[in-house]
């Protein structure tokens, strides 16, 4: 079974369980659901599932698990990022975001039950294995809360002095930590030695994101643009200009290739990484265009 249809499937269910039926709040339940499907590129749990199928995935099920609570926990964070106190964002993955299509109320609703069903969906799987399970829930709630969480992360723009690089950590990295570590640990390796990919990734990811919120429009990118000098928060654009942001994302992508752990899958992730690079940054072309004028 190909990686979208495992998270096809393990993400339906997952949502069966917690939407209920009649005795249910039909308005939050629909919520639950709008706010994860469909999709976007899902690449957390992506990177989370070939790291575990890169190590052996001898627990699937686990694996799948894992995944999805990741994503979830994505999911949650964006439709909080969304409401009025923090971007006061119209727009998500090209359609309403969770407040203006069904109200902040709900909106906040949303966001905490989904955080909430994906650690249930990590308890629900313990049974297969519950040791792997109950350390990936210990890295799923480090890298979601304080000190070095998505909350951690989004805290930081409150502060009146920024680190750009603890700024990133936490407020990017730390998902794809967590997911480059979780697919270790469910497929019974250390998660330590795995913590460098992620973070590197996710630095990557992060300053992909300051350009393009810097450089393409909200139709492109299917959420509101201009974000960061909007908000004044820290951008890499911002401290290093447009050019200097690429270098450091080019530097930062051969890190992390540089950095996969040895393990029998070594070679198709660091092809991974390099179609997610192509892929799902704006600058790939242009690295490339400039490469190809020298």
């Not at 639950?32 to 990177?47: D, E, F, K, Q, S």
């Not at 993955?93 to 909106?107: F, Q």
């Not at 200097?244 to 992508?253: F, S, T, W, Y």
Request: hydrophobic fraction near 45%.
């Amino acid at each position: 079974m190909s990686i979208t249809a495992r998270l096809d499937a393990a993400t339906a269910s997952a949502l069966a369980r917690a939407m209920g039926g009649a005795d249910a709040p039909s308005k939050l339940a629909s919520a639950l659901h709008y706010a994860v499907t469909p999709g976007g590129a899902r690449i957390r749990p992506t990177i989370l599932l070939s790291v575990a199928m890169a190590c052996g995935d001898d627990r699937p099920r686990l694996s799948d698990a894992a995944a999805v609570a990741l994503e979830l926990i994505h999911c949650a964070s964006l439709v909080h990022d969304d409401l009025p106190c923090f971007d006061d964002a119209d727009l998500r993955r090209g359609k309403a975001t969770v407040h203006k299509a069904y109200s902040e109320p709900l909106a906040v609703l949303t966001g905490d039950s989904l955080i909430v069903l994906a650690f249930d969906v990590l308890a629900e799987a313990a049974g297969s294995d519950a040791s792997r399970a109950l350390k990936m829930i210990r890295v799923l709630s480090q890298r979601t809360g304080m000190p070095f969480g998505i909350c951690a992360g989004q805290g930081w723009e409150s502060e009146a002095q920024v680190n750009l690089s603890a700024y990133h950590r936490a407020k990017t990295g730390a998902l794809f930590i967590a997911a480059t570590q979780m697919g270790a640990l469910a497929a019974g390796q250390d998660a330590e030695q795995w913590e460098e990919l992620g973070a590197r990734i996710g630095e990557a990811f992060q300053v992909a994101d300051d350009l393009r919120d810097a450089l393409y429009d909200a139709e492109t990118l299917g959420k509101p643009a201009g974000q960061d000098a909007a908000h004044n928060r820290p951008n890499a654009v911002t401290q290093m200009g447009v050019q200097g942001a690429i270098r450091h994302l080019k530097d930062i992508l051969g890190g992390a290739i540089a950095s996969i752990p040895a393990c029998p899958g070594e070679a198709m992730l660091a092809d991974m990484v390099r179609r997610y690079a192509e892929r799902m940054t704006p600058v790939a072309p242009a690295m490339n265009q400039a490469e190809a004028r020298r």
